[in-house]
């Protein structure tokens, strides 16, 4: 999550060449996401010229994973919510300044709970016990130290699988209450057919003394580094994307799907066209039908990486005020489908007409399922009702967005299948970068 600094790259080795070493290089750039638009950016703020750089873009606006939506002036993001934070100032900085600077951000209280029945559950819910009802209190609290004991006593390493993880590390009660029910909405896979590389360093570990003061009501804080976001005043969170795109003018070629990669010489042609050198963020499942020479075993691995999509749901309300609250976990099936869900208009004055609020849904969809029908909106708002978040007579209109690549799903074949994928891109000189095309758990602040 480090800055770049200038003119640099980071992660991606090119052996004896740099971008520095070709400081005239024509350089193509698959995708103009996140990842692909901050390259741009930094390569340009390093001496690269506009005019060597193209970004090729499918869609007919950048900003891939961090697009938004505005309906009827209701503002959305279309991949979930997203909210500026960073344990690295440095990046948070640069991306405020992309989009206009500190001025251009609302800066909000991070407020987030669980909703379990008609309890607010503080957030993460180890500091939250105390809010549960007497008895799932206690399950969890026994559990936990149980648990918390026995990692102590027997020194065990933590299970490979994701499901004897969370036994392993919260134990039988949160794993019931909350983290088993949970996860199973947002993965649609048996908790064990995931691993639990991927929650090191991504969950901090309660101690023992806080969860004891959250049991017994003494109000204790976790997560404390996201206590404060920020938020584009207007746009939604595709403002960041559009000050980077506006910045790189013509460099960014929208509605212009990459159809053909081959390698050519010391470089590669895209669609034809010749380049000295090229960084692809598209998804790695995706890149097969791109590449005509991509040997078959290497296509395999990249096509069955495991993923998941996402629909999100805009619901707006004529309501003209939410309680303060950032967004929400709803952990239950009684709930609906939705596992989080988002207070968009609290997150800036403007996502919402004066007098009205909006909450936004999420629901995964296992990768490579079709998306649900008109169906899941009804869904959604039955389970909003039933968790009491809203009341069906205040629902003015749903508006939903689709994207197929949302979370990186970790597997036993994971790692084996994405070193064969990345090995072979940087052995034509494709270079990977991002999300998707690296395939790793990187937030926005992250791939900057």
């Not at 204790?220 to 207007?234: D, N, R, S, V, W």
């Amino acid at each position: 999550g480090a800055p770049l600094c200038p003119g640099t790259v980071v992660r991606v080795g090119l052996d004896a060449r740099s971008f520095h070493d070709l400081p005239m290089a024509k350089i193509a750039i698959l995708g103009a996401g996140v990842s692909g638009l901050s390259l741009a950016r930094y390569l340009v703020q390093g001496g690269v010229s506009p005019s060597d750089l193209v970004l090729f873009e499918a869609g007919s606006v950048a900003g891939g994973l961090c697009r938004s939506k505005t309906v009827d002036g209701f503002t959305y993001d279309v991949a979930g919510g997203h909210i500026l934070f960073s344990k690295d100032q440095a990046a948070m900085d640069w991306m405020k300044d992309e989009a206009g600077g500190p001025a251009a951000f609302d800066q909000r209280d991070r407020n987030t709970k669980i909703r379990f029945g008609d309890r607010w559950v503080h957030y993460p819910f180890e500091n939250g016990i105390g809010d549960l009802p007497k008895q799932a209190n206690f399950d969890c609290l026994a559990g936990y130290v149980k648990a918390w004991h026995q990692r102590i006593t027997d020194g065990s390493d933590a299970p490979q699988t994701f499901g004897k993880w969370v036994t392993w590390r919260f134990g039988d009660g949160i794993a019931k209450h909350f983290m088993d029910p949970y996860n199973a909405k947002i993965w649609k896979r048996d908790l064990d057919f995931l691993t639990s590389d991927w929650v090191a360093g991504r969950v901090p570990d309660a101690p023992i003394e806080d969860v004891l003061r959250a049991a017994v009501g003494i109000r204790t804080e976790g997560y404390t580094h996201q206590a404060i976001f920020y938020y584009p005043k207007q746009g939604g969170f595709q403002g960041i994307t559009d000050g980077m795109a506006a910045s790189l003018g013509s460099s960014v070629r929208l509605n212009t799907p990459v159809q053909e990669v081959r390698k050519h010489g010391n470089g590669v042609r895209v669609n034809g066209e010749e380049f000295d050198l090229c960084v692809s963020t598209l998804t790695l499942t995706h890149t097969p039908k791109l590449f005509p020479e991509m040997p078959a075993q290497v296509a395999e691995a990249m096509r069955t990486l495991e993923y998941n999509g996402l629909v999100s749901i805009l619901v707006a309300l004529d309501r003209p005020e939410h309680p303060d609250l950032s967004w929400i976990y709803l952990p239950h099936d009684s709930q609906g489908p939705a596992n989080r869900v988002t207070y968009m208009s609290n997150y800036a004055t403007l996502n919402a007409p004066p007098g009205k609020t909006s909450l936004m849904a999420e629901v995964t969809v296992r990768g490579g399922q079709p998306m649900p029908g008109k169906e899941l909106e009804e869904e959604v708002l039955a389970g909003f009702v039933a968790a009491g978040l809203m009341g069906r007579e205040e629902v003015l209109f749903t508006d939903r967005s689709t994207v197929d690549h949302a979370y990186v799903v970790f597997d036993a074949l994971y790692h084996q299948r994405r070193k064969v994928a990345l090995g072979w891109l940087e052995s034509i000189g494709v270079i990977p970068l991002g999300r998707f095309g690296r395939f790793e758990y990187d937030n926005s602040d992250q791939c900057v």
